[in-house]
Antibody, heavy 121, light 106 residues
Framework: EVQLVESGGGLVQPGRSLRLSCAASGFTFDDYAFHWVRQAPGKGLEWVSGISWNSGSVGYAGSVKGRFTISRDNAKNSLFLQMNSLRPEDTALYYC??????????????WGQGTLVIVSS | SYDLTQPPSVSVSPGQTASITCSGDELGDKYASWYHQKPGQPPALVIYKNTKRPPGIPERISGSNSGNTATLTISGTQAMDEADYYCQAWDSRTVVFGGGTKLTVL
């Protein structure tokens, strides 16, 4: 069974940093690309970032480019999102999602339960 | 940036057919996917590559994509189909989601 478990969320002050993690199990991790997708309270889905199977290709939404960094550790079946210079508008539930392919083109066929990030003073 | 436009809400009576549209420039030249999301749950893939269903998705859920519009069709709509639905495509090195449509089964 595919399992994706996010962690690392919490309350953080504007301008500070946070690192999210996603632990994967139940499949061959390094065969697939991954994504981070966020959802602000009561709002729709917003793609944040994607990474290919071997980290050779990454992409970011314009709203986070230059502040967030996606990475993965295939030896540890883990995905990460380093978030710097956080803003109140980054407040959201952050989902880790598995791509159906090795490139981060979508579709996203499995999702974690999410980890909540609140940016507030 | 590339935009996908969905109607905010669609209502349907039980047993009837619901259609949810997703519009984007030359969307028919791209692959469209659809996700549903029920309250308190993560999204779940229901259609990918325009028409394909993941395992466990019933045949009464179908998709199409042509021109500038992708359409999700739910036949014989049931109360369990009530959810938010999002379309998604890939363009210019970004994954794009539509704004979402709340499907209400009256």
């Amino acid at each position: 069974e595919v399992q994706l478990v996010e962690s690392g969320g919490g309350l953080v002050q504007p301008g500070r940093s946070l690192r999210l993690s996603c632990a994967a199990s139940g499949f061959t991790f390094d065969d697939y690309a991954f994504h981070w997708v966020r959802q602000a309270p009561g709002k729709g889905l917003e793609w944040v970032s994607g990474i290919s199977w071997n980290s050779g290709s990454v992409g970011y939404a314009g709203s986070v480019k230059g502040r967030f960094t996606i990475s993965r550790d295939n030896a540890k079946n883990s995905l990460f999102l380093q978030m710097n210079s956080l803003r109140p508008e980054d407040t959201a539930l952050y989902y880790c999602a598995k791509d159906m392919s090795s490139g981060w083109y979508g579709p996203l066929d499995h999702w974690g339960q999410g980890t909540l990030v609140i940016v507030s003073s | 940036s590339y935009d996908l436009t969905q109607p905010p809400s669609v209502s349907v009576s039980p047993g009837q057919t619901a259609s949810i549209t997703c519009s984007g420039d030359e969307l028919g030249d791209k692959y469209a996917s659809w996700y549903h999301q029920k309250p308190g749950q993560p999204p779940a893939l229901v259609i990918y590559k325009n028409t394909k269903r993941p395992p466990g998705i019933p045949e009464r859920i179908s998709g199409s994509n042509s021109g500038n519009t992708a359409t999700l069709t739910i036949s014989g709509t049931q109360a369990m189909d009530e959810a938010d639905y999002y379309c998604q495509a890939w363009d210019s090195r970004t994954v794009v989601f539509g704004g979402g449509t709340k499907l209400t089964v009256l």
